[in-house]
């Protein structure tokens, strides 16, 4: 008896539990199913807008100097005086004084030239003195001979008619020939003191030519700046001994300060499709100093005599419009360019985001609509496109994996 209550039990048990789960099956509420709802999707967008557009192409550079002179010594001698500008970074005005080479040697030289000078010119006015002399002394001589010469015919004729003796027509003949040979050494002494003019004429005219390089090498002997600008790589310092060529320093010119820009092929190809001039184009410059950005105006001024083997770049050179010796812009700055490029006509602007390929989608009664695009130029995260565009739609900016035409969404 009791085996079988054991039994029977764990099967009273299961047919309980099974009578009230279909008891609470058949009493459950019934659930009314809703339809299921279309998901609206959240998105940016931006409206179309035709226009033109010059996208700015953002390079960067290198100051680098427009003119840049060794300055050297012009005379030989030791350094007595430097400017308060000759040390390395050194800020120099036009006019201002580099170094002053001793005087000592040069002025020696130009008044040893100033006395050979005034030597050489007493001695041509001697020369030209005697040739006074001997042009006056032959002129009396040439009479003489004349005088001579009457005598000498009267002796002939006399001797013709028997009047003198053989001697006396002798004596006529020897006086006649004397008279000549003294005619004859007076010209050729005036020929000799004319050729003697000539030479020390000559020999002052050299000397002039030294003096006014004597002149000139004192002048020289104090070296100035030819224009304002930055001194460096400066090895000139009082007392030292220079000879003629020596380098003092390297004088850049602070007016002349130029950017010096690397354009890939792709970068120059588009600034030389549009056509336009490339020399003489403006452009913007920014150098950033520490928290401080300092902007500048230049204009291209010339493009590069090579192209890099490498990389088939094109150099640039564009001549900043700074402040000159008052600004802080040093060649060897690295910076910012911002150059204009070529201009498109009638093109939309929108943000990269908005692409997908060569597609983007307008919003037309809340669903999306695919519109086909080119992009002609990008400029930073914006892009500029020409396609089926219509100015007023919008255009969705919001990029998800789900995108697709008829897509419904909201603009938020």
């Not at 020399?279 to 230049?298: F, K, M, S, T």
């Not at 990389?311 to 402040?323: D, K, P, Q």
Request: net charge neutral; charged share 30%; no cysteine.
């Amino acid at each position: 008896m009791t085996r079988s209550l054991r039994a029977i039990v764990p099967l009273a048990v299961l047919a309980l539990a099974a009578a009230a789960l279909a008891y609470l099956l058949a009493t459950r509420p019934e659930i009314e199913r809703q339809p299921s709802r279309e998901r609206l999707w959240p998105v940016a967008a931006v409206e179309v807008v035709h226009g033109d557009a010059r996208p700015v192409l953002k390079v960067y550079g290198e100051v680098v100097a427009g003119r840049e002179v060794e300055l050297r010594a012009l005379v030989a001698g030791v350094v007595a005086e430097t400017g308060p500008g000759l040390v390395e970074g050194g800020v120099v005005k036009k006019g201002d004084l580099i170094v002053a080479i001793d005087e000592f040697d040069v002025r020696s030289a130009l008044d040893d030239r100033q006395a050979q000078l005034r030597e050489a010119r007493a001695r041509l006015a001697e020369i030209e003195a005697r040739r006074r002399g001997h042009m006056q002394a032959i002129g009396w001589e040439r009479q003489e001979l004349d005088l001579l010469q009457r005598d000498f015919d009267r002796a002939t004729a006399l001797r013709a008619r028997g009047n003198v003796s053989e001697k006396f027509l002798d004596n006529a003949r020897m006086a006649l020939f004397a008279r000549r040979r003294v005619v004859v050494a007076g010209e050729t002494d005036i020929a000799a003191d004319a050729a003697r003019i000539d030479q020390q004429r000559a020999i002052i005219k050299r000397l002039e030519v030294q003096l006014s390089q004597a002149e000139r090498d004192l002048e020289e002997t104090k070296l100035t700046a030819p224009f304002d600008g930055f001194l460096h790589t400066v090895v000139a310092a009082a007392g030292k001994r220079l000879g003629i060529g020596d380098r003092i320093a390297t004088l850049l010119d602070a007016n002349r300060l130029e950017a010096r820009l690397h354009l890939s092929n792709r970068q120059f190809g588009r600034l030389a499709a549009a056509g336009e001039e490339l020399v003489g184009r403006a452009l913007r410059i920014d150098w950033q100093v520490g928290e401080r950005r300092n902007e500048y105006a230049a204009r291209i001024e010339r493009v590069g005599a090579r192209i890099d083997s490498a990389s088939g770049g094109v150099e640039l050179y564009a001549r900043i419009e700074s402040g000159g010796i008052a600004d802080l812009l040093r060649p060897g700055a690295f910076v910012e360019v911002r150059l204009p490029g070529r201009l498109y006509e009638k093109v939309v602007r929108v943000p990269e985001t908005a692409l997908h390929g060569d597609t983007v989608y307008a919003i037309v009664d809340g669903r999306l609509e695919a519109r086909t695009v080119a992009v002609v130029a990008r400029e930073g995260t914006s892009a500029l496109l020409l396609g089926d565009l219509v100015d007023g739609e919008i255009i969705v900016t919001t990029r998800f994996p789900e995108i697709a035409p008829s897509l419904k969404v909201e603009v938020r």
